[in-house]
């Protein structure tokens, strides 16, 4: 295990696109809480469309991620919730660009469940985490958008 996570893919499974079958980590586990694609500082959402609402929730997570000391290759599992399916399906190619973005090819452990609805009445997204950053001190930190040991896979979209 490179670092604090490492891709676990059962003998004989197809490759998943866009996400990862297992992740196993070590480190301090962080657990980010659901976050929905409004500006944090203000309490303000700036767009009602679905990969422009995933793009700033992807942006809140990897803050919450980076005040623990650690970066988007440090992801091990996400909860996507969205409110609609079908735009979300349309959407996949912008949310695509969103995601290589800010994450490259580290895809973690992954779930998108549909629900009627957020809490907050126009969000459209909300995504949950866990991260393994390590303790301070313990060396390089692991910030690369591209988590070791991970494979290349296409990014056909997540």
């Not at 422009?52 to 996507?80: H, I």
């Not at 393994?132 to 930190?141: F, M, N, Q, S």
């Amino acid at each position: 295990m490179k670092g604090g996570l490492a891709i676990v893919q059962p003998a004989g499974w197809p490759a998943p696109r866009g996400y990862a079958n297992g992740v196993v980590t070590r480190g301090r586990t962080l657990h980010v809480a659901g976050q929905i694609g409004w500006d944090a500082a203000s309490g303000q959402f700036q767009s009602d469309d679905m990969a422009e609402q995933f793009a700033r929730a992807l942006d809140n997570v990897l803050a919450v991620v980076a005040a623990a000391g650690g970066g988007p290759g440090d992801v091990a599992r996400m909860t996507v919730y969205v409110t609609d399916l079908d735009a979300y399906r349309s959407a996949r190619r912008a949310i695509g660009a969103a995601w290589r973005a800010r994450f490259g090819k580290h895809f973690p452990a992954m779930a998108l469940v549909g629900v009627a609805g957020l809490v907050e009445p126009r969000a459209l997204v909300e995504i949950e985490a866990v991260a393994a950053v390590e303790e301070p001190g313990e060396g390089a930190a692991r910030h690369e958008a591209h988590a070791p040991g991970a494979p290349d896979r296409d990014e056909g979209g997540l």
